[in-house]
């Protein structure tokens, strides 16, 4: 459904994403990173929010800049967020269902969804700069499944959030992936390990690994020996960045 | 299109709501500021149309850009300006926001014209020059703070500008503002060309919003 063909970004001299390439369908894949590894730079590419230098973002086998129609299916939540802060969440809501182009009889029911989603219902009517960093982050996801989108780019969605808050949160993941691509950028390892079926590991602004995540934990099976214990997402991701540093 | 400038319109209106006690700015300004400064006139002497012109070049003018340059803060400052980038509905998403915000200004300050004009008769050559005016000064504030990525600057450059060359460098080319009567057609020759480069300025101003959709994160 969306794939990235060849891509390379660079600022000023400094080359950040090396002939980058992917193939997503439906599910959940897991993009894991260092900090500064180029996650951040490779979501915001395939957000249309950065022109590569070389390479395309491909939806539907078409790229991203071509059609109009990909920003109404795609849900964002950038690593940053907190907007309007002087309105009520459910204002907030109801302009990101302007922006995302949802027609206004159909605005109520979806942000009364995508609230209930991520916990916040109660909080709806309270002012944006009065919730806590937790809760606003919990909007961020909430504003990003608003219009029900085929593509979910969430960068370092659980960051922020309390354990309870981050287990319910791999749950709905769970649920979203059924019908749609779901790329959860994070260095969080155990949140990919407990909701995402794929992983992508990228280090350096390189692709070291692409696949499914048993075939990851298989990577650490067979480089370690066994052991005993149950292999993780975490031990193939350590294994992998590890050889190359 | 119906749609699409109900979305602008709506969010337009969100955006405003967020400027809480600042929104009431400019309707301060213009509803009693102006005003009551025209009443009130030189100690002892009724209100003259050169202390309408004077002070309504003053103020109006430059409290233009207070609701527009506010507006653009939340896509330059917001930690959230990447989603206003990424679901925009067009590439002029702030040039029309600029636009449907002066004419909403320029319809308010058409109130106290009209109020003006029960006190010295003709005064729409007068209101004519402010419009372009604002103008000027809207497109000077979109397209510095495009420039610079910044709204506290281009808002200081606005009540600078007009307090310099409304109140002491009056003769200088760079002035955008008229002290005359205003009494005839010929009067709105500098307006017209103060808004031919407001024009000017809002479409330098929407080169670089074409550009910040795709290099400046």
């Known amino acids: 459904m969306i794939a990235v063909r060849d891509l390379c970004k660079?600022?000023?001299r400094k080359e950040v994403l090396h002939s980058i390439s992917l193939s997503m369908g439906n599910g959940c894949y897991g993009l894991l990173g260092a900090n500064g590894a180029g996650k951040t730079t490779l979501i915001r590419c395939m957000a249309g929010l950065f022109e590569p230098q070389r390479g395309e973002v491909l939806?539907?086998?078409?790229?991203?800049?071509?059609l109009k129609g990909f920003q109404r299916d795609l849900g964002y939540l950038p690593q940053a967020f907190g907007m309007?802060?002087?309105?009520?969440?459910?204002e907030m809501?109801?302009?990101?269902?302007?922006?995302?182009?949802?027609?206004?009889?159909?605005?109520a029911g979806e942000i009364a969804q995508a609230l209930e989603f991520v916990n916040l219902e109660e909080w709806a009517r309270e002012r944006v700069r009065t919730l806590s960093g937790g809760m606003v982050r919990r909007a961020g996801i909430a504003q990003a499944v608003l219009g029900d989108p085929k593509v979910l780019l969430l960068d370092e969605p659980t960051a922020g959030l309390d354990p309870s808050e981050r287990a319910r949160f791999r749950n709905s993941v769970r649920e979203l992936k059924r019908d749609r691509t779901v790329l959860l950028s994070t260095h969080i390892v155990e949140d990919v390990d407990a909701c995402c079926d794929n992983v992508i590991v990228i280090h350096g602004g390189r692709i070291l690994f692409s696949g499914p995540s048993d075939e990851l934990r298989e990577v650490a099976v067979r480089q370690?020996?066994?052991?005993?214990k149950k292999p993780t997402v975490e031990d193939g991701y350590l294994w992998l960045t590890n050889g190359i540093a | 299109m119906a749609h699409e400038w109900d979305r602008l319109m709506r969010r337009l209106y969100l955006e405003l709501k967020n400027q809480r006690l600042y929104f009431f700015v400019p309707p301060f300004v213009l509803f009693a500021l102006v005003p009551l400064s025209v009443l009130a006139g030189p100690q002892g002497t009724d209100p003259?149309?050169?202390?309408?012109?004077?002070?309504?070049?003053?103020?109006i003018p430059s409290f233009a850009a207070w609701w527009p340059l506010f507006v653009l803060k939340e896509y330059h400052s917001s930690p959230a300006r990447e989603l206003l980038v990424v679901h925009r509905s067009s590439r002029a998403e702030l040039l029309s926001r600029m636009i449907s915000l002066w004419a909403l200004y320029v319809l308010l300050a058409a109130v106290v014209f009209v109020y003006f004009a029960s006190l010295f008769g003709r005064v729409w050559y007068l209101f004519a020059a402010v419009a372009a005016q604002s103008m000027f000064m809207i497109a000077l504030g979109y397209s510095l703070s495009l420039l610079l990525q910044n709204t506290f600057i281009p808002l200081i450059v606005n009540f600078a500008y007009s307090s310099i060359f409304m109140l002491a460098v009056l003769d200088s080319p760079l002035n955008i503002f008229t002290i005359g009567t205003f009494s005839d057609a010929g009067s709105l020759v500098k307006p017209a060309t103060v808004a031919a480069v407001a024009i000017v300025l809002l479409l330098a101003g929407y080169q670089a919003e074409r550009r910040l959709y795709t290099r400046s994160m």
């Open chain 1, 10 to 12: 660079r600022f000023g």
């Open chain 1, 59 to 66: 939806y539907d086998n078409r790229p991203i800049h071509r």
């Open chain 1, 84 to 90: 309007l802060p002087e309105l009520t969440l459910y």
């Open chain 1, 93 to 107: 809501m109801d302009y990101m269902c302007s922006l995302k182009g949802i027609p206004r009889s159909q605005c």
């Open chain 1, 224 to 228: 370690a020996g066994h052991t005993g």
């Open chain 2, 48 to 59: 003259s149309f050169s202390q309408c012109v004077t002070l309504s070049q003053l103020f």
